[in-house]
């Protein structure tokens, strides 16, 4: 899937878009699934609107964005679980992170037209603070996207940070940090964008007329150990390549796990 140039290019600007991970036909089993998701969460208590509360937009705008962002996807529809370890993700993997690939988790990000919730630009690793900072997110895109609906956008080299500091943990100043400093990352349906959890990254609301459905999973190296029992989850710890040297000496708290 990807090359050795491919692989220099992430270690300089801490990310990487590949082209056609997925086939339409498995693009197509997932938007299947997300829908059965959506529907199911309709009918519960569970439903919810998940966008990020802060001062990044004025309150007026805020209140009407929806996102639609649930976790441990793969544990609600087996095709998430076929595209967290599909042979193509698994090489791109294994060529970015190393030999032993293990699962941290997954979730959908749902913007929906006309009103779908940005992100203000921010790192992940404060919400799931890793040793060696193997971590990277890949974000499966289930849709087309770009600047109108709301596409992921990088500041390229910002990997090479250490943690910056966020509002609350959440996000980074929006004034110093601006959407607009961001490099935008247009993608097809069956891309993926893979980025480092420290590489600073957000996306802008979805003012089109199209759905911008994606499918996040976060991957790290097993031997690379959380600094802190954060964001612990039971859809945590899959291997998707190699072995796990760990296994016997370190297991997640499970008791801390949402419900
Ligand atoms: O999908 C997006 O637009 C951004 C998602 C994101 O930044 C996150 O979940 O941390």
């Known amino acids: 899937m990807i ?23 498995e693009v ?14 309709a009918q519960s208590k569970f439903d919810s609107n998940a966008t990020w509360q802060g001062d990044y937009l004025p309150p007026d705008q805020l209140k009407k964005l929806v996102l639609k962002g649930f976790h441990d996807v793969h544990y609600q529809d087996a095709s998430f679980t076929r595209a967290a370890i599909h042979p193509n993700m698994a090489s791109v993997l294994s060529q970015l992170i190393g030999p032993n690939v293990q699962l941290h988790h997954s979730k959908m990000l749902v913007k929906p037209p006309e009103n779908g919730a940005a992100f203000p630009l921010h790192q992940d690793a404060p919400y799931f603070p890793h040793a060696n900072h193997s971590m990277l997110a890949a974000s499966v895109h289930l ?3 770009d600047m109108e609906n709301g596409c992921l956008c990088v500041i390229p080299g910002t990997h090479k940070n250490d943690i910056m500091p966020h ?7 929006h004034k110093e940090y601006p959407l607009s400093m961001a ?11 893979f980025f ?3 590489t600073v990254h957000g996306s802008d609301v979805n003012r089109s007329t199209r759905n911008r459905r994606n499918v996040l999973y976060q991957y790290r190296d097993p031997m690379d150990i959380p600094t802190a029992d954060v964001h612990v989850n039971w859809g945590q710890g899959l291997m998707v390549c190699g072995e796990n040297p760990l296994y016997r000496e370190y297991h997640a708290n499970h008791t801390l796990a949402a419900k």
């Open 3 to 25: 090359n050795q140039a491919d692989v220099e290019f992430y270690k300089t600007n801490g990310y990487l878009l590949v082209r056609g991970v997925f086939s339409q036909n």
């Open 28 to 41: 197509e089993q997932m938007r299947t699934a997300i829908d059965g998701i959506l529907n199911r969460a």
């Open 143 to 145: 849709d087309d996207s």
């Open 167 to 173: 509002v609350g943990r959440y996000y980074l100043d």
């Open 183 to 193: 490099t935008p990352c247009p993608a097809k349906a069956g891309d993926v964008l």
């Open 196 to 198: 480092n959890y420290l």
